[in-house]
Structures are given as structure tokens and as C-alpha cells.
């Protein structure tokens, strides 16, 4: 008598895949997705094909998010130095032979795509420094932070020089976080904020002085000297350089508690809002659903971030939680660098709001940041087991 074999339904064949897998972070990013997806449809139902090419976005971002975290966490550490390397080099190629558009050498043509290659060092560059910490644990000493300053120091020259100095500020924050997490004292640390803080308190005093047009800024370029100056003060030139600040803060600040409605907002539709489906998302998004939309967004990505940290003080070696750290409060300067630029509290950068903004490359990287936060909670869950 021959035996029948029978094969396992479908959903236990892909039970594995999400074995382990952590469920409150999980249950975040399904949150932040529906409203990206609701802002989306209701802010660029009339803009093209956006809403289709963002649910598209985030299919591909959702792919790359499991395939990642299928990868044990600890193999991870082999692809620190070869990406870091890759990621370097491609740069150096920009630098000499890079495609320019709008004064900006910031893209290469491999003939079959043209890349950006300083994406790739948002997730090298602290990939790297937890590998080097990693491999330095137990022993740690000065010169391992200088050589750690230096590994952050060069893909942030390199890709400031582009020049893309938010991108630039995004990887040096990311390696900061690997740098602090990893025991760097606030000896160190509090003469640099005091530092900063005397720097933008003289920015504001002698703001009508320094912002004048004749007035050159050392290590600065023009435009970002008029990013600066445009957030001191916003209505000197209200029809020109102020105008995205304060068309923003206008659609905010319209929307009230509630919101407009849904498909509503006349700050939006109207084209008052510049990037409304991109940086300036967020104007549009409180225009439409109010301060009680903002606070469910904000809800969300305080769930995210607390929850990453979470996996990251869990972590089973000091490699994951270097890097899961990272990544967490990397979500955090997103969220913080967006909203402040938008609300006018930041000079405005091409920052784009996680699981919210339009861009193919964008959802490429959130989808590999959290594969990454989940494959290291993964393998806490896993050795419990």
C-alpha cells in the first residue's frame, strides 16, 4: 500500500519566514504604511501617478524588508568592510567622474543605471564602525575613536564636497549614534554641543549683519548660506526664497485641530505647497487631516523608535546593538529633520519623511533599515528560544 504524501498548506510553508519576526515593530510599520498610503492617495490623487508608483514603492520596500531579515544578524559583520569599501570608491568615481545637474556632482552612470552612490553609506558607514568596535571590544581606546572619526570623517567629506551636505549630515549622525552607543564620553561631547549652541545663539544676534549679500561664509556654499538665512528670517523675501517655509507653515496652521477633510486641502491642491508629495509632505498631510492626523503620525513613529531601541538594548552582541541603535535614532533625525524644516524650525534639506514622502530610492532604504532592526531582534528571539 503505497503512502500518500501531502504538502503542507501555504501558511505553514511561510511560517518560518516569520518566525521570530518582532511583532510590535512589525504592527508600527503596518501603521505608518496605512497612513502613507491614505496621505498619498488623498495629496497626489491628482498629481500624476503617484499614489500607484508609492504602493508600488512600498511592495519593493516591503520584499527588501523580508529578504533582509531572513539573514542571520551576525553575518552581517562579513559585509561591513567590502560595502563600506564598495561605497567609498563609488564616491571617489563621483568625485571624477560624476554626472552633474543643478551645480550638483552627486550621481555616477554604470551604463546601465545611474546610482547615488552616498545612499549606499547611509547603511555602510555604521555598518562599519559597529564591525570596528565589534572587533575592537574589551581593548577599546583613543586611538580606536580617532580611527572610528576617521572611517565617519571621509564618506562625509566626500559626499559634502558633492556637494549634498544633508545627505552628508544624515551619514554623519548615522556613524555618531555607533560612535556614542559605543562609549564615547560626555567629556567630549558636551563642549561640542556647548559649542554648537553658542554657534546658532550668534546666528540669531547678528543675523542682519552676517546675511547680507555681500557676506561670503567660510566652508559654506551660496545656497546653503540662503537655506540659513531664509529660516532666520522667512518673510524678508516672502514671494521668493521664504516662500516654501511659510506657504508650509500657513497649510499647517490651517488645518486646526481636525483638518480639512480628506482630498480637502486648498493650500494643497491649489499648488501653494512646493514638494507636496515629497519633503513637504507633512505641511500638506496637517493641512488635510489636523493636529489629531499629526499626533497619530507622530504615535507611530514613537512606537517605531522606541521599539527599535528596545531590540537594540537586547541585542545579543555589541556588533547588533551598535547597529540597531544606530538605525533607530537614524529614523528619529528623519522624523526630527523633516517636521523641523517643514514647521521652520530647521533650514530646509532634501530630507524625505519615512513610510510618508514619494521616492523609489527612499522606500529602497527604509525596507533595508528595518530588514536589518528585525534580523537583529531575530537573533535575540531565536537564542531565547
Request: net charge positive.
Amino acid at each position: 500500500m503505497s503512502r500518500v504524501i501531502q504538502r503542507p498548506a501555504l501558511w505553514r510553508r511561510l511560517r518560518p519566514l516569520w518566525r521570530g519576526l518582532d511583532g510590535p515593530l512589525l504592527l508600527a510599520c503596518l501603521w505608518l504604511m496605512g497612513w502613507g498610503l491614505l496621505a498619498m492617495y488623498s495629496i497626489g490623487h491628482d498629481h500624476g501617478t503617484r499614489f500607484v508608483d508609492h504602493a508600488r514603492n512600498f511592495g519593493i520596500g516591503a520584499l527588501i524588508l523580508f529578504t533582509v531579515a531572513q539573514v542571520p544578524a551576525q553575518k552581517l559583520t562579513r559585509l561591513a568592510l567590502p560595502l563600506y569599501l564598495l561605497g567609498v570608491s563609488l564616491l571617489i568615481a563621483v568625485a571624477l567622474f560624476g554626472i552633474t545637474k543643478k551645480g550638483a556632482t552627486r550621481w555616477l552612470n554604470l551604463g546601465v543605471t545611474v546610482i547615488q552612490p552616498s545612499e549606499i553609506l547611509k547603511i555602510a558607514t555604521p555598518l562599519m564602525l559597529a564591525w570596528w568596535f565589534q572587533l575592537r571590544e574589551g581593548q577599546l581606546k583613543l586611538l580606536d575613536f580617532l580611527i572610528a572619526f576617521l572611517l565617519l570623517g571621509v564618506p562625509f567629506a566626500l559626499i559634502a564636497k558633492q556637494p549634498d551636505l544633508g545627505t552628508g549630515l544624515l551619514v554623519l549622525f548615522a556613524g555618531l549614534y555607533v560612535i556614542y552607543f559605543a562609549g564615547l564620553s560626555w567629556k567630549l561631547i558636551l563642549p561640542l554641543l556647548g559649542a554648537g549652541l553658542i554657534g546658532i545663539a550668534a546666528l540669531i544676534a547678528y543675523e542682519p549683519q552676517i546675511c547680507q549679500d555681500e557676506v561670503k561664509w567660510p566652508l559654506l556654499k551660496d545656497y546653503q548660506k540662503t537655506r540659513v538665512c531664509t529660516l532666520l528670517d522667512p518673510h524678508k523675501d516672502p514671494l521668493g526664497k521664504g516662500f516654501h517655509v511659510l506657504q508650509g507653515e500657513i497649510a499647517i496652521g490651517s488645518g486646526g485641530l481636525s483638518g480639512k477633510g480628506f482630498m480637502q486641502g486648498t493650500q494643497t491642491h491649489l499648488e501653494f505647497i512646493p514638494e507636496r508629495t515629497t519633503d513637504f509632505l507633512f505641511a500638506a498631510f496637517a493641512e488635510e487631516f489636523g493636529l489629531f492626523g499629526a499626533l497619530a503620525l507622530l504615535l507611530g513613529f514613537g512606537a517605531l523608535i522606541l521599539r527599535g531601541l528596545n531590540i537594540a538594548a537586547n541585542a545579543p552582541s555589541l556588533f547588533e546593538r551598535l547597529l540597531a541603535g544606530s538605525i533607530t535614532l537614524s529614523f528619529f533625525t528623519y522624523v526630527f529633520v523633516n517636521m523641523g524644516m517643514v514647521i521652520g524650525i530647521l533650514p530646509v534639506v532634501g530630507v524625505p519623511l519615512p513610510f510618508m514622502s514619494y521616492g523609489g530610492t527612499a522606500m529602497v532604504m527604509l525596507g533595508l533599515s528595518l530588514g536589518l532592526l528585525l534580523a537583529i531582534g531575530r537573533s535575540r528571539s531565536l537564542i531565547q528560544r
